[in-house]
């Protein structure tokens, strides 16, 4: 089995890979609460074991891809629960923009995904890859795993949003130390009560606010039923996000620099 955590190969061995062929996955969450039953890890956790199940995945289809070590923070300036270790937006773009340079332009790797594992990053991921290319000329696609399966998990999990039942279930299946005996269920106050619709039990914004004081909606930091969650539905969840998550590579092999 070849190696693909970028961390663990040497410097020969990151240069022999194929700079046209080789896909790198750089996994983003965030430090903050989720809830009394998981730890603060816990979108950096499932970013970083999502990017591995990918990377394994692809090495069974003959497709090469590495893993570089995971952005542990995200932006979580709303998150006022204790653990919150929290970048802001101009930092958030500023490190992903210099790693993207470092992976793209430096060593040379063109076919680079960010997966994301934290609500708080995609706004801020897509202005920075669209200036990245307008810059560079180079595709960085963002992979945000809770809306890659939007339309698939009705039916799988009553919502997937925060520390629910359907975020907990996916840190259960991908190995994360969760404390079911502490689970709670907590249904969120809106800010405003035509923010959000739901489809297929994922939050869709009908338009966009400032993020507010996730303690204002929640209590306990959970938004939804954990106590629902289970190992078994979130490995129906994690089956959908590295099955889709390789026909993206698929398509982003194929593209004509």
Known sequence: MKKIMWAKMTMDEI????????????????????????PVECD?????????????TCQDQDITAVVTPTLQFGFSEWMDYPGKISLTSRTLQDVVWDVCKSIAVDDGFKRLIILNGHGGNPHILATTIQDFYWEHKILVLVIDWFQLVGDAIDGIVESLWHADDGETSVALALGMDVDMSKAVKEVPKKPFKNLETKIAGVSSRRFFSPWTRVSERSKSGVQGDATLATKEKGEKIVAIVVERSIDIIKELLEYQY
């Open 15 to 38: 240069d022999a890979l194929d700079r046209d062929k080789t896909v790198v996955i750089f996994p983003i969450g965030s430090t903050e609460g989720h809830g009394p039953q998981c």
């Open 44 to 56: 950096a956790y499932d970013a970083t074991e999502l990017a591995k199940k990918i990377a394994l």
